[in-house]
């Protein structure tokens, strides 16, 4: 499966964007959908991610309540609401796809598939 995550952007402290992850080449609905950020300088991190058919959903404690993901299996796309930014949220953005018989996991290592990131910079 092929993804591409989109929507990054500047934008001011309190402001809100949405990310979407369109997938190509494969069946989405069987995909763990993860979000991670990297801050530059950083290890890529959790934030957080949605089962297959959407219902389960994990977040990361930096993110919960201000953050939200959702996918629409007929559109093939995942999203990632996100709210209240901080100057602290500026980051690359991914997401990545495990295969849903694998369980649901916050750690990079299991995510076979990668898009390439969007760009979220936060001004103070």
């Known amino acids: 499966v092929q993804l591409q995550a989109s929507g990054g952007g500047l934008v001011q402290a309190g402001s809100s964007l949405r990310l979407s992850c369109q997938a190509s080449?494969?069946?989405?609905?069987?995909?763990?959908i993860g979000w991670f950020s990297q801050a530059p300088g950083k290890e890529r991190e959790f934030v957080g991610c949605?089962?297959?058919?959407?219902?389960?959903?994990y977040y990361a404690a930096s993110v919960k309540g201000r953050f939200t993901i959702s996918r629409d299996n007929a559109k093939n796309t995942a999203y990632l609401q996100m709210n209240s930014l901080k100057p602290e949220d500026t980051a690359v953005y991914y997401c990545a796809a495990v295969p849903s018989n694998r369980g649901i996991t916050r750690y990079t290592g299991p995510y076979d598939y990668w898009g390439k990131g969007t760009l979220v910079t936060v001004s103070s």
């Open positions: 949605v089962s297959g058919r959407g219902g389960n959903l």
């Open positions: 080449g494969g069946t989405f609905s069987t995909y763990t």
